[in-house]
């Protein structure tokens, strides 16, 4: 049996689940195949399946009770206090999937301090102390994100590690531990399937007693590596990495000196071109960061490790008066100035028309003697 599910567009799309099936008659055995099909619109005022609800008139807005929930315009339930789902976006605390007081997450899914209780005194002089009369819930955390596919999401608490997770062919990962109550921070990284590491994404955030604290949104950056991080100006430097798959791609060179962009393949697989025609020598930089939806559902991870690409230097960058790249500007320098003096600069590299004129001359030597290091 297989499943096909259209995206569900008020008013105008429908949602067609397909069902295959063999009935076999008990006098043949002759197969026939049948097909049901299920039709639902968003927007008819009737809960068809993939629906959880339709109301036409509900804004789709946030709310503070679960009476008072909206529907959206996908016929889903819009976010609300009393969902189990952290919603720190609107303010919340805690949400332990209810509206109720007394349980250390109040019915406004602010939290609640322990209650020490008014106690009561009897005759004999014994008293009683307040408080709850049942157990608390375990003090649980559920992080949910994406990484690379298929590859193990290493997961730490406070800089210890807690456990590891494997993603799935969509990059996504589920992890729930048992936890103590108070401010934690939750940290990821991993290797990609090429065994290049990744950034640590890290978060901090209040976990709730007596509740489960719901993170959802976790990004780990894309992973970047280069063809080459020596080469010339004029050369051609290919960056690839991985990331989640079917989303945009920001490679950064020098903070937004140039942003190349690419789409990750079905393995989370990118790859970018860096031409380094024009640029003067110098040590750049390199980041990714990956994109997915639009509008209002966009979203965006922060970017990853930083990559040190060395144009025209060796592994060091230097002032474009060092004309050998040794990381000094002296005599060596000097006589290579001297040797295109009068000329447009010939093909040495840095150029020895250092101001650019087109001609190798005073100003040039004087830029050098500024540089001048001995």
Known sequence: ?????????????????????TVASAQTTVGVATTTLFISICGDLVVNSGEDCDIPSDTGEYSTTILGRQC???????????????????????????????????????????????????????SSSGGRDSALGDTQVTLQGKAYPNVTVNILEDGESVGTVRTNS?????????????????????????S?????????????????????????PPTI???????????????????????????????????????????????????????????????????????????ESTYGAVLQLNIGVEGRPTSNSDLNRDGKVNLVDFSILVFWWGTPGGNSNPPADINGNARVGLEDFSILLFNWTG
């Open 1 to 21: 049996m297989s499943t096909s599910t259209h995206p569900i567009i008020r008013g105008l799309a429908t949602c067609i689940l397909l069902f295959a099936g």
């Open 72 to 126: 959206s315009e996908e016929c889903r339930w819009a976010p609300y206090c009393g969902d189990a789902i952290l919603q720190t976006l609107y303010g919340e605390q805690c949400d332990d999937g209810n509206n109720d007081d007394d349980d250390f997450c109040a019915a406004d899914c602010t939290a609640e301090t322990a209650d020490a209780g008014g106690g009561s005194t009897g005759g004999g002089g014994s």
């Open 170 to 194: 969509r990059a996504e990962f589920l992890f729930n531990l048992e936890t103590e109550p108070g401010t934690v921070s939750f940290s990821f990284w991993a290797n990609d399937i090429d």
């Open 196 to 220: 290049t590491r990744s950034s640590t994404f890290t978060t901090t955030f209040d976990v709730t007693q007596g509740a489960v604290t719901n993170v959802n949104g976790i990004m780990v």
């Open 225 to 299: 590596r280069a063809s080459a991080t020596e080469a010339d100006p004029g050369d051609v430097i290919t960056l690839t990495g991985q990331t989640v798959p079917s989303v945009s791609v920001e490679v950064s060179i020098n903070n937004g000196l140039r942003t190349l962009t690419a789409t990750s393949d079905a393995s989370g697989r990118y790859s970018v071109t860096f031409n380094t025609s024009g640029l003067s020598a110098a040590t750049y930089t390199a980041k990714a960061r990956f994109l997915e939806g639009s509008g209002g559902l966009r979203r």
